[in-house]
Structures are given as structure tokens and as C-alpha cells.
């Protein structure tokens, strides 16, 4: 298994711009969030989806959006770019609720945003 | 939501054993103890998570005060590879839904020295 996979690793935006970010997992798992971490700081949820079709906001959604068409891939949207958005982005997959395995979050190795 | 400290960093030598505490006096009955870690430039990873007992994996020991308001994370011999920033973190026994979700604090940044 490839686990869960982010592309790309790195990228920079101008103010303004658009761009999806994209987060794979090859595990099955029905439930998938997204994370930014700031500098010197924990993560912070996004957006979240507990399956195929199915989204929410998380602590920090405004300026973002995610859609769930496949239980594989979970894009985020940067809808128009902003310098406050500069930040790292992990994706993370786990098993859903009453699977044994539930309580693990597999997280992406990250995709590094400037916004200039 | 149920909030935990810790102290921000703490300094081991290799090959000794490091406590790493955590309060979480707010503790609800239905609430897991998790603890992540993430190394330099990479994802958090799953380091352990218990209710009430102690816990041990192959990672590391998770020991568990009885009144639950504190819990310690024990690695029993430092490696310089355990040098990352350690997040104690609540979470929900319903893992489906918004209690699937994880609330990340600043965590400990360990220190390994060799």
C-alpha cells in the first residue's frame, strides 16, 4: 500500500490564484480530513468527510473547499488564494467507527503553500 | 471540547527513558487518551491511545492515573529517531463523525541528545 499520498509536495500561488491540492489513499478508509499547520503550531482541521458524498467543516473551512466523489481521493480547494494560507497541508485517512483499526489516523506526508 | 497540557519541550539523553506528561483534568468518561508524534517535515504518526489501563506496543507505554486526569507517555530508551514534538490528545470512543476528529495542541518538542 502507498498509504496516503499528497500532491505536490511544494507550491507557490500568488494572491488570488486558485489551485486544488490533492490527497489519495489506497486503504479503503471511509473517513478522510484535512489539516493546516501553521508555524510553531498543532494542526488544525479544515474539512473532513466520513464517506463517498459526504463533507463538513471543520475548525478553520472559510477560504476552502472539498468535495468526495470516490472514497479514494478527497481534493481541497483554495478557492482565491490568500497570504494567511501560506501553511503546510496533511491529508489524513482512517478506518471508519467500529472497525478495530478505528482509532489510527494515517496522515500524508504534507504539501508546503506560500502565498506571495 | 476536552483540552490537555503539556510542557512545551523536554531534553533526554539517548538510550534513557523519557516521561513525557500530560493533563487533561476536563477528561470525560467516553474520552481516549491518543498520542502522536511527528518527525521533522512529516505527518503526525499514531504513537499509542488507552481509556483506563496502562498500554504497551511496541512504540512506546502509555500509563494512565486512575482518577484519568493525567496520563504519561513512557519511551523506554530514547533513540536519537524519537526526537519530534509529542501530542497528547482526547478523543471521543464514537471515532465516526465529528468525534473522529482530532484536536492537535502544540505538543513537547523531545530532545534527544546523544
Known amino acids: 500500500n502507498a498509504g496516503v499520498t499528497q500532491t505536490p509536495k511544494f507550491q507557490v500561488l500568488k494572491t488570488g490564484q486558485s489551485m486544488t491540492l490533492q490527497c489519495a489513499q489506497d486503504?479503503?478508509?471511509?473517513?478522510m480530513s484535512w489539516y493546516r499547520q501553521d508555524p510553531g503550531m498543532g494542526l488544525r482541521l479544515i474539512h473532513y468527510?466520513?464517506?463517498?458524498?459526504?463533507?463538513d467543516q471543520g475548525e478553520v473551512p472559510n477560504g476552502y473547499n472539498v468535495s468526495r466523489s470516490t472514497t479514494e481521493d478527497f481534493p481541497l480547494r483554495l478557492l482565491s488564494a490568500a497570504p494567511s494560507q501560506t501553511s503546510v497541508y496533511f491529508c489524513?485517512?482512517?478506518?471508519?467507527?467500529?472497525?478495530?483499526?478505528?482509532?489510527?489516523?494515517?496522515f500524508g506526508p504534507g504539501t508546503r503553500l506560500t502565498v506571495t | 471540547d476536552a483540552k490537555t497540557t503539556q510542557p512545551n519541550s523536554m531534553e533526554s539523553n539517548e538510550e534513557e527513558p523519557v516521561h513525557l506528561p500530560c493533563n487533561h483534568s476536563?477528561?470525560?468518561?467516553?474520552?481516549?487518551i491518543h498520542w502522536y508524534r511527528q518527525l521533522p517535515s512529516q505527518g503526525p504518526e499514531y504513537v499509542i491511545h488507552?481509556?483506563?489501563s496502562n498500554v504497551n506496543n511496541r512504540m512506546a507505554s502509555l500509563a494512565i492515573a486512575e482518577d484519568r486526569k493525567s496520563s504519561t507517555l513512557i519511551l523506554h530508551r530514547a533513540t536519537l529517531r524519537d526526537a519530534a514534538v509529542y501530542y497528547c490528545?482526547?478523543?471521543?470512543?464514537?471515532?465516526?463523525?465529528?468525534?473522529?476528529?482530532?484536536?492537535f495542541g502544540k505538543g513537547t518538542k523531545l530532545s534527544v541528545k546523544p
Open positions: 476536563t477528561i470525560s468518561g467516553t474520552d481516549y
Open positions: 488507552g481509556l483506563t
Open positions: 490528545i482526547l478523543r471521543d470512543e464514537d471515532y465516526g463523525g465529528s468525534q473522529g476528529n482530532l484536536i
Open positions: 468527510s466520513v464517506g463517498a458524498g459526504i463533507t
Open positions: 486503504m479503503n478508509h471511509e473517513y
Open positions: 489524513a485517512s482512517s478506518p471508519p467507527s467500529g472497525d478495530p483499526s478505528s482509532y489510527e489516523q494515517y
